[in-house]
Antibody
Framework: EVQVVQSGAEVKKPGESLKISCQGS????????IGWVRQMPGKGLEWMGI????????RYSPSFQGHVTISADKSISTAYLQWSSLKASDTAMYYC????????????WGQGTLVTVSS | QSALTQPASVSGSPGQWITISCTGT?????????VSWYQQHPGKAPKVIIY???NRPSGVSNRFSGSKSGNTASLTISGLQAEDEADYYC?????????FGSGTEVTVL
């Protein structure tokens, strides 16, 4: 069975950098897409971007382009979401989700990583 | 990417049926049969309950059904149960990426 496990909660100060991770297991993730979703406190879900493990084809939602970096290490079936300079407005729960290439829905979800940015 | 439009809240009594709409454009909902629906309970990760407009993943109750007409997709929950109280989000493929709906809070009276 496919499982997705995310890294633990983070507390950071504005201006600091951060990289959170999402590791898949239970299948070969070469032909999987990984997606990152933001959920700000009390708000809805927002797609941030998606990446294809096989060739690292990465696509960003316009709202997040230039603000975050999505990457992956396919040798360890792990994807990353990275900030170079955090802002208080980055405080949110971040979920990763994954699906096989060819699917158009996201069937495996991580447990979420809570990122708190506060001075 | 503008969010797809959903009603903020819908409520119903146990045993009744409710419908949640998801309105987009010809560039997303209307342009592809790639609408999916996600259920999210408080403090939990989303879970897919409908994909490809009207398909249910294995293990999802047949009380959940989906449809689409033009630029509007719909999720119907029949025989409403207390455990259905949650937030529901539609999502559609759009221009090589995905977009979520604004979300609907379902309350079981």
């Amino acid at each position: 069975e496919v499982q997705v496990v995310q890294s633990g909660a983070e507390v950071k100060k504005p201006g600091e950098s951060l990289k959170i991770s999402c590791q898949g297991s239970g299948d070969s993730f070469t032909n999987y897409w990984i997606g990152w979703v933001r959920q700000m406190p009390g708000k809805g879900l927002e797609w941030m971007g998606i990446l294809f493990f096989s060739n690292s084809d990465t696509r960003y939602s316009p709202s997040f382009q230039g603000h975050v970096t999505i990457s992956a290490d396919k040798s360890i079936s792990t994807a990353y979401l990275q900030w170079s300079s955090l802002k208080a407005s980055d405080t949110a729960m971040y979920y990763c989700a994954t699906t096989r290439d060819g699917n158009t829905h996201w069937d495996y979800w991580g447990q979420g990583t809570l990122v708190t940015v506060s001075s | 990417q503008s969010a797809l439009t959903q009603p903020a809240s819908v409520s119903g009594s146990p045993g009744q049926w409710i419908t949640i709409s998801c309105t987009g454009t010809s560039s997303d909902v209307g342009g592809y049969n790639y609408v999916s629906w996600y259920q999210q309970h408080p403090g939990k990760a989303p879970k897919v309950i409908i994909y490809g407009v009207s398909n249910r993943p294995s293990g999802v109750s047949n009380r959940f059904s989906g449809s689409k007409s033009g630029n509007t997709a719909s999720l119907t929950i029949s025989g409403l149960q207390a455990e259905d109280e949650a937030d529901y989000y539609c999502s559609s493929f759009k221009g090589g990426l995905y977009v979520f709906g604004s979300g609907t809070e379902v309350t079981v009276l």
